[in-house]
């Protein structure tokens, strides 16, 4: 079973920086692609960044790219969100995501994490 456990979360500045991580369980981490999600009440639920499961691949929605960096450590099946000079946009909550199937080009973000609730103060 498919376990995501995310970590990191809590009240920052404007400006400020926050780590998240997520550590799965259940299968080889390696094999999948990952991702973030937010849920915002702006936006509602969006993609944030997604790494493929080689790792070489990374991609980042819009509104994060230059501020926030993804990247994962296999050999600790963990998954991190480097979030810099956030801001109130920022807001939500964040949740790790995973592929159901192992290498897949395309992935399909079929288990998702309970979330970590992120809150940039001005």
């Known amino acids: 079973q498919v376990q995501l456990v995310e970590s990191g979360g809590g009240l920052v500045q404007a400006g400020g920086s926050l780590r998240l991580s997520c550590v799965a369980s259940g299968r080889t981490f390696s094999a999948y692609s990952m991702a973030w999600f937010r849920q915002t009440t702006g936006k509602g639920r969006e993609l944030v960044a997604g790494?493929?499961?080689?790792?070489?691949?990374?991609y980042y929605a819009d509104s994060v790219k230059g501020r926030f960096t993804i990247s994962r450590d296999n050999a600790k099946n963990t998954l991190y969100l480097q979030m810099v000079t956030v801001n109130a946009d920022d807001t939500g909550v964040y949740y790790c995501?995973?592929?159901?199937?192992?290498?897949?080009?395309?992935?399909?973000?079929?288990?998702w994490g309970q979330g970590t609730q992120v809150t940039v103060s001005s």
């Open positions: 995501v995973t592929d159901g199937m192992p290498y897949q080009e395309v992935p399909q973000y079929d288990y």
């Open positions: 790494i493929s499961w080689r790792g070489g691949q990374a």
